[in-house]
């Protein structure tokens, strides 16, 4: 007999939970696709930084790479450094007069906080490489100029 849809007999139904399968092979297909999109950006934005990161790298030159260095191992930066202790211009002098009297202040036995004592000579530290990195830099620039005479 021929097919006839108005006959209730006949009609066919989906198989039960077909149509749960259906939605989540759609919901695994969008979290697919969206995992790619992210992703890609997540790539895109790093690759991005890479290069902005190389070009500051070729900008500062040598003695930048240095003191970029010095600023990951220490963990502050140099602006940072200055901040803690106080110091605008780079002076031998300044520098460790601000570390005394901040050491000083911040002791423990005179109800200091440890923690920023720790900050203060952390910062210390990272001033001191700095004026290391500048007088290796300033020597190398010497030996340049008498090399060159």
């Known amino acids: 007999p021929p097919f006839d849809p108005a006959c209730p007999w006949q009609r066919r139904l989906p198989a039960r939970g077909a149509g749960r399968w259906r ?5 695994a297909q969008i979290i697919v696709v969206g995992a790619q999109v992210v992703g890609r950006a997540f790539a895109r934005a790093l690759r991005q930084e890479f290069a902005a990161s190389q070009a500051a790298a070729e900008t500062r030159g040598r003695a930048g790479q240095q003191s970029a260095a010095a600023s990951s191992i220490s963990g502050l930066s140099l602006q940072e450094a200055q901040q803690i202790l106080n110091v605008g211009k780079l002076s031998a002098e300044d520098i460790q007069q601000n570390y005394e009297h901040l050491f000083k202040v911040n002791d423990k036995s005179v ?14 530290e990272r001033l001191d490489e700095e004026l290391h990195i500048q007088a290796m830099e300033q020597e190398r620039k010497e030996q340049n100029k008498r090399s060159e005479t």
């Open 111 to 124: 109800g200091g906080s440890f923690y920023l004592q720790s900050k203060v000579v952390r910062a210390k």
């Open 23 to 27: 939605m989540a092979r759609y919901l």
